[in-house]
């Protein structure tokens, strides 16, 4: 970008009027669907740092460019309708503002829907930083039959509007520029600013009043007075610790009287947007018919919309298979192998332990996060498109009645159905649910879904033990996964996350076509969050869980791992299981594929595939069987569906609970089956 | 000229209906109201099948609701005579 400027301040004379200032911070806000991360990327490019904030599920974006020799950081707040403590992306937002004082706030607007985007800007005024307003998608709101005057526009509020059409790249720079003034104090700000509605300033007076005095900073009275108003959870807490018992009474009182206040302050914004924009905004009254409108008949039909939706996962699927699976065995035969080739061939003579450590250990966990790379890059790709295009909340509308039965919301649905692929995806995916708790469950339903790697250990396991039944059985345990999925699902949303009910309330965007640069953007950040982060703890527990296989003696048979197994001999026989399915179950924690490698090696004398079936035929019943599959199909997924569910929910805790939960449930389960099996006297 | 007041849920596509009442917590209403929803606005019926989500247009912004969400948003709709 041409302001890309990298110079250096000091050499360069500075007006004697213009402060000296190395950095400045700028928070980008705006509501959800209006191309705020379209502006974020053109502005700072690859010079990204995708983080979470602080202790929060949330992702945080950060990055910087240089003007006129300024250093500029950008922060990305996290996209919000209005900055009610109705959400914790609210709270951040707004924390971020009130706490950190960037020095300036750019607010990105939707030009073709301005009445509701000034909302958050009526809403920002009130919070100590300055505005910028950038005007963003010219180009819809004119395809649309409306016409906007900049400059009236900034005339009326106060405060510099700058007209952009981020998708193709125009106004960014003079974004910069007006930050750039309103950061040095240039120019007249003067923002107008909205008040409530008539009817209620003599109470929204009197708490002032009352709270005057109270209020801890960095907080500002008015603002805090307003929120009381508005009943904002929030800030009523914290006035009640601050405020005497007698003065919280009359506090308490007036809020009481006013419960519905809060369409008294949301009116007067609308009002006083109303004012602002009635110059600007010349409409004619027609009915044309948008595409938007003529897609979205069949996009939300109740039937062909279902019938979309499965088309659409059916492409990814194809995809997915057609390009994804034989580029993974690609990279597996090539790269991993061939490298452990290297490795044994390379050190040959060296230590047996050192090369099994390289070759087994180190490589093989590498490997595992190296083949899932095609499999994340098909999946981040269709997610990331299907969010651009403004697909997203169409299918999650198509969806929510039958989400809605697990007390899950209609944008789960998409990341849960990647998980029949993978459930590493499907757990990333989780970013696209609104509200915290919606996400939480989310990420803590989606290992059971049951990934290809567990179909695959089942389509090898399943006519073993079944013979002409596998099918069916498959199917069963398919269908047991789901089940288990809703339960779990219905249970946590009432047991562990408060059984909120979560109101669906969701704005369908206007299709626009999609834009490369933020959907490659995207994918990017998703492949480097889980490289970096998943990446190291998968290569830590293979190495790990190696070591345990080998250790001490060299054989698994001797090893610490056939210890646990033996350990774990007491709740097998719950199952009707020995302690080699026990060791099979935790080495499929490294990947799903190792069960079938461990009881490969454990039952059969060294020779493939006709032996193990022999083998293992003989030593399970049919009950004991149906148990151990359905306990690989619940059990802790693997560690790189762990690993990323650390990352996402930014929490031990709730990793552990997880993990714990997966524990309980799968062995529940297949103590269920084997129980009941023997009570009925079938399979025994 | 008598105004009808009736929840927004009952309202056929192609329906125009005048905000008078939202029911429901002040989280609801908040979020409401921050997505267009005040008293006095007009709220336009895009989809609705009877049973399920439903779609409205408010505010040049096209809105997804439940059904119940819906039912607790009343409105007027304006009826001659």
Same mark, same amino acid.
Request: charged content about 15%; glycine content about 10%; hydrophobic content about 50%.
């Given at each position: 970008?041409?302001?890309?400027?990298?110079?250096?301040?000091?050499?360069?004379i500075?007006?004697?009027?213009?402060?000296?200032?190395?950095?400045?911070?700028?928070?980008?806000?705006?509501?959800?669907?209006?191309?705020?991360?379209?502006?974020?990327?053109?502005?700072?490019?690859?010079?990204?740092?995708?983080?979470?904030?602080?202790?929060?599920?949330?992702?945080?974006?950060?990055?910087?460019?240089?003007?006129?020799?300024?250093?500029?950081?950008?922060?990305?707040?996290?996209g919000?309708?209005?900055?009610?403590?109705?959400s914790?992306?609210?709270?951040?937002?707004?924390?971020?503002?009130?706490?950190?004082r960037?020095?300036?706030?750019?607010?990105?607007?939707?030009?073709?829907?301005?009445?509701?985007?000034?909302?958050?800007?009526?809403?920002?005024?009130?919070?100590?930083?300055?505005?910028?307003?950038?005007?963003?998608?010219?180009?819809?709101?004119?395809?649309?039959?409306?016409?906007?005057?900049?400059?009236?526009?900034?005339?009326?509020?106060?405060?510099?509007?700058?007209?952009?059409?981020?998708?193709?790249?125009?106004?960014?720079?003079?974004?910069?520029?007006?930050?750039?003034?309103?950061?040095?104090?240039?120019?007249?700000?003067?923002?107008?600013?909205?008040e409530?509605?008539?009817?209620?300033?003599?109470?929204?007076?009197?708490?002032?009043?009352?709270i005057?005095?109270?209020?801890?900073?960095?907080?500002?009275?008015?603002?805090?007075?307003?929120?009381?108003?508005?009943?904002?959870?929030?800030?009523?807490?914290?006035?009640?610790?601050?405020?005497?018992?007698?003065?919280?009474?009359?506090?308490?009182?007036?809020?009481?009287?006013?419960?519905?206040?809060?369409?008294?302050?949301?009116?007067?914004?609308?009002?006083?947007?109303? !004012?602002?924009?009635?110059?600007?905004?010349?409409?004619?009254?027609?009915?044309? %018919?948008?595409?938007?409108? !003529?897609?979205? !008949?069949? /996009?939300?039909?109740?039937?062909?919309g279902?019938?979309?939706?499965?088309?659409?996962?059916?492409?990814?699927?194809? $995809?997915?298979?057609?390009?994804?699976?034989?580029?993974?065995?690609?990279?597996?035969?090539?790269? #991993?192998?061939?490298?452990?080739?290297?490795?044994r061939?390379?050190?040959?003579?060296?230590?047996?332990?050192?090369?099994?450590?390289l070759?087994?250990?180190?490589?093989?966990?590498?490997?595992?996060? %190296?083949?899932?790379?095609?499999?994340?890059?098909?999946?981040?790709?269709?997610?990331?498109?299907?969010?651009?295009?403004?697909?997203?909340?169409?299918?999650?509308?198509?969806?929510?009645?039958?989400?809605?039965?697990?007390?899950?919301?209609?944008k789960?649905?998409?990341?849960?159905?990647?998980?029949?692929?993978?459930?590493?995806?499907?757990?990333?995916?989780?970013?696209? #649910?609104?509200?915290?708790?919606?996400?939480?469950?989310?990420?803590?339903?989606? *290992?059971?879904?049951p990934?290809?790697?567990?179909?695959?250990?089942?389509?090898? $396991?399943? *006519?073993?033990?079944?013979?002409?039944? /596998?099918?069916?059985?498959?199917?069963?345990?398919?269908?047991?996964?789901?089940?288990?999925?809703?339960?779990?699902?219905? /249970?946590?949303?009432?047991?562990?996350?408060?059984?909120?009910?979560?109101?669906?309330?969701?704005?369908?965007?206007?299709y626009?076509? *999609?834009?490369? !640069?933020?959907?490659?953007?995207?994918?990017?950040?998703?492949?480097?969050?889980?490289?970096?982060?998943?990446?190291?703890?998968?290569?830590?527990?293979?190495?790990?869980?190696?070591?345990?296989?080998?250790?001490?003696?060299?054989?698994?048979?001797?090893?610490?791992? /056939?210890?646990?197994?033996?350990?774990?001999?007491?709740?097998?026989?719950?199952?009707?299981?020995?302690?080699?399915?026990?060791?099979a179950?935790?080495?499929?924690?490294?990947?799903?594929?190792?069960?079938?490698?461990?009881?490969?090696? $454990?039952?059969?004398?060294?020779e493939?595939?006709?032996?193990?079936?022999?083998?293992?035929?003989?030593?399970?019943?049919?009950?004991?069987?149906?148990?151990?599959?359905?306990?690989?199909?619940?059990?802790i *997924?693997?560690?790189?569906?762990?690993?990323?569910?650390?990352?996402?929910?930014?929490?031990?805790?709730?990793t552990?609970?997880?993990?714990?939960?997966?524990?309980?449930?799968?062995?529940?389960?297949?103590?269920?089956?084997?129980?009941?099996?023997?009570?009925?006297?079938?399979?025994v | 000229?008598?105004?009808?007041?009736?929840?927004?849920?009952? +309202?056929?596509?192609?329906?125009?209906?005048?905000?008078?009442?939202? &029911?429901?917590?002040?989280?609801?209403?908040?979020?409401? &109201?921050? +997505?267009?929803?005040? +008293?006095?606005?007009?709220?336009?019926?895009?989809?609705?099948?009877?049973?399920?989500?439903?779609?409205?247009?408010?505010?040049?912004?096209?809105?997804?609701?439940?059904?119940?969400?819906a &039912?607790?948003? +009343?409105?007027?709709?304006t009826?001659?005579?």
């Amino acid at each position: 970008m041409d302001n890309d400027q990298i110079q250096d301040s000091k050499s360069k004379i500075q007006s004697p009027k213009s402060k000296i200032r190395n950095q400045i911070t700028v928070a980008l806000a705006g509501q959800p669907n209006v191309g705020k991360s379209t502006v974020f990327n053109l502005l700072t490019g690859l010079s990204q740092h995708v983080g979470n904030w602080p202790g929060k599920t949330i992702e945080q974006k950060t990055g910087t460019y240089n003007y006129n020799g300024t250093k500029v950081r950008i922060v990305d707040l996290p996209g919000t309708y209005s900055l009610t403590a109705n959400s914790l992306e609210e709270r951040i937002a707004r924390d971020y503002i009130i706490k950190e004082r960037p020095d300036v706030v750019v607010a990105i607007v939707d030009a073709a829907a301005l009445e509701r985007n000034l909302y958050l800007v009526a809403e920002l005024l009130s919070l100590p930083a300055p505005v910028v307003l950038g005007l963003n998608m010219m180009d819809v709101a004119e395809q649309q039959g409306m016409h906007i005057e900049p400059h009236v526009l900034e005339a009326a509020l106060g405060l510099p509007v700058v007209p952009m059409v981020a998708t193709k790249n125009q106004g960014v720079r003079e974004l910069v520029e007006a930050v750039d003034r309103v950061s040095q104090g240039e120019g007249t700000y003067a923002p107008s600013r909205p008040e409530i509605r008539e009817d209620h300033r003599m109470v929204l007076a009197e708490l002032q009043r009352l709270i005057a005095g109270a209020v801890p900073a960095p907080y500002p009275e008015d603002w805090v007075a307003l929120k009381l108003l508005e009943g904002d959870e929030e800030i009523t807490s914290m006035m009640q610790e601050r405020l005497d018992e007698a003065c919280w009474q009359e506090v308490h009182a007036i809020l009481m009287q006013h419960e519905d206040a809060i369409l008294a302050v949301a009116g007067g914004r609308y009002e006083w947007i109303g !004012r602002m924009i009635r110059a600007a905004v010349a409409r004619p009254r027609v009915g044309q %018919i948008t595409l938007t409108e !003529r897609l979205d !008949r069949w /996009a939300t039909h109740p039937f062909w919309g279902l019938l979309i939706l499965l088309g659409m996962l059916g492409l990814i699927f194809w $995809l997915t298979y057609t390009i994804g699976a034989p580029l993974q065995e690609l990279l597996d035969t090539y790269l #991993v192998q061939a490298g452990a080739e290297w490795v044994r061939s390379a050190l040959n003579g060296a230590p047996a332990w050192l090369v099994g450590f390289l070759a087994d250990g180190v490589i093989g966990g590498a490997g595992m996060v %190296i083949t899932f790379l095609p499999i994340l890059v098909i999946f981040f790709t269709a997610l990331g498109l299907l969010e651009d295009v403004g697909y997203m909340a169409r299918a999650a509308y198509v969806m929510d009645r039958f989400m809605h039965l697990m007390g899950l919301h209609g944008k789960s649905f998409l990341p849960l159905f990647l998980g029949f692929g993978c459930n590493v995806p499907a757990v990333m995916g989780a970013r696209v #649910v609104e509200g915290e708790r919606a996400r939480l469950l989310t990420i803590l339903v989606a *290992p059971l879904v049951p990934c290809t790697a567990r179909m695959a250990v089942v389509a090898v $396991l399943a *006519p073993i033990f079944f013979g002409p039944h /596998a099918a069916l059985v498959s199917g069963g345990l398919v269908g047991l996964s789901l089940v288990m999925l809703a339960i779990i699902g219905i /249970a946590l949303h009432e047991l562990v996350l408060g059984g909120e009910h979560v109101a669906f309330i969701m704005e369908l965007p206007l299709y626009h076509l *999609p834009n490369a !640069r933020t959907i490659c953007l995207s994918v990017w950040q998703r492949l480097v969050a889980f490289l970096k982060k998943a990446g190291s703890i998968i290569l830590v527990v293979s190495v790990v869980v190696w070591a345990l296989s080998v250790l001490p003696g060299g054989e698994i048979e001797s090893s610490y791992l /056939a210890a646990i197994g033996r350990l774990l001999g007491p709740l097998g026989a719950l199952m009707g299981l020995g302690w080699q399915m026990m060791v099979a179950l935790l080495t499929s924690f490294v990947a799903k594929e190792n069960t079938i490698a461990t009881l490969g090696v $454990l039952y059969s004398t060294g020779e493939e595939g006709a032996r193990l079936a022999e083998a293992l035929s003989g030593v399970l019943t049919p009950a004991a069987a149906l148990a151990f599959l359905a306990v690989q199909m619940l059990f802790i *997924p693997c560690v790189a569906t762990v690993a990323t569910v650390r990352q996402e929910t930014a929490s031990w805790r709730w990793t552990a609970f997880s993990v714990a939960l997966l524990l309980v449930v799968s062995f529940a389960v297949g103590i269920a089956i084997y129980q009941g099996a023997m009570l009925v006297g079938w399979g025994v | 000229m008598n105004e009808e007041r009736i929840p927004l849920s009952v +309202l056929a596509p192609g329906e125009v209906g005048v905000v008078r009442q939202l &029911a429901g917590g002040r989280g609801f209403m908040s979020r409401l &109201a921050a +997505l267009g929803f005040t +008293l006095g606005v007009e709220v336009t019926m895009v989809q609705n099948f009877g049973r399920g989500p439903l779609i409205v247009l408010v505010r040049d912004t096209r809105v997804a609701l439940g059904r119940g969400e819906a &039912a607790k948003v +009343l409105v007027g709709r304006t009826t001659n005579g």
